[in-house]
């Protein structure tokens, strides 16, 4: 089973829908979770933290259950410019585990006019 | 500030060469970092340094993979002698210090994309 799992793609939706990606990751001692968001052949990139209390960036919601272990990422009013890679990633359980991530194998978002 | 940087941002080898990465991190960023993306696959950690020391190189495929950091500043990654698996993109990342139940954001370079035929 892979550590960190994550809905299969690609999800193609028109602009302004909102799109929902859902993520799992197999240690319940993970300490940290991001979205991380990835354009074609480029690296990728931190697009936000996921705390258990939820978390909201603009058109973008994360929300986190620990109990579940279960990651989500909202994106609402969807812009083509969100086309890309979306990675769910989670950390090392220990500080002293030097924080290396762990990544999904990510989901394609494409987004249509 | 300048970001990560890899070079070169292509190669490609035949079966049985050399090759050798280089990562500039962040300036004054403490940890680095190297993962592989192959094709198809999620990208996977290989190992991390502090400074100049190897903090954790438990997902280095195997000996065929050398990675320094003399000096604490740009790393180097020798894949000696190259296999058609090796192939993929090889992605540095760099953050500042950790400290304690605090997880600092990586930072990734553009990657080098490497194939071996």
């Known amino acids: 089973r892979k550590e960190v799992e994550q809905d299969p793609g690609p999800f193609n939706v028109p602009e302004g829908a909102t799109v929902a990606f859902n993520c799992t990751y197999s240690?319940?001692?993970?300490?940290?979770f991001f979205w991380y968001r990835q354009d074609c052949r480029k690296e990728p990139k931190l697009l936000m933290s996921v705390y258990s209390s939820g978390n909201e960036d603009g058109r973008f919601t994360a929300q986190l259950n620990r109990a579940s272990q279960y990651i989500s990422l909202l994106i609402r009013d969807s812009k083509l410019s969100d086309s890309a890679t979306y990675l769910c990633?989670?950390?090392?359980?220990?500080?002293?585990?030097?924080?290396?991530?762990?990544f999904g194998q990510g989901t394609e978002l494409s987004v249509k006019p | 500030e300048a970001g990560v940087t890899q070079f070169p941002s292509h190669s490609v080898i035949e079966k049985g060469q050399t090759v050798t990465l280089r990562c500039d991190p962040i300036s004054g960023h403490d940890n680095l970092y190297w993962y592989r993306r192959v094709m198809g696959k999620e990208i996977k950690f290989l190992l991390h340094f502090v400074k100049e020391s190897k903090q954790d190189e438990s997902g280095m495929p195997n000996n065929r993979f050398l990675a320094e950091r003399t000096g604490g500043t740009y790393s180097t990654l020798k894949v000696q002698p190259a296999e058609l698996e090796d192939s993929g993109v090889y992605f540095c990342a760099s953050s500042q210090d950790l400290r304690q139940g605090i997880q600092e954001t990586q930072y990734f370079g553009p990657g080098t994309r490497l194939l071996v035929l």
């Open positions: 990633v989670v950390t090392g359980t220990l500080y002293n585990q030097g924080g290396k991530l762990i």
């Open positions: 240690n319940s001692a993970s300490q940290s």
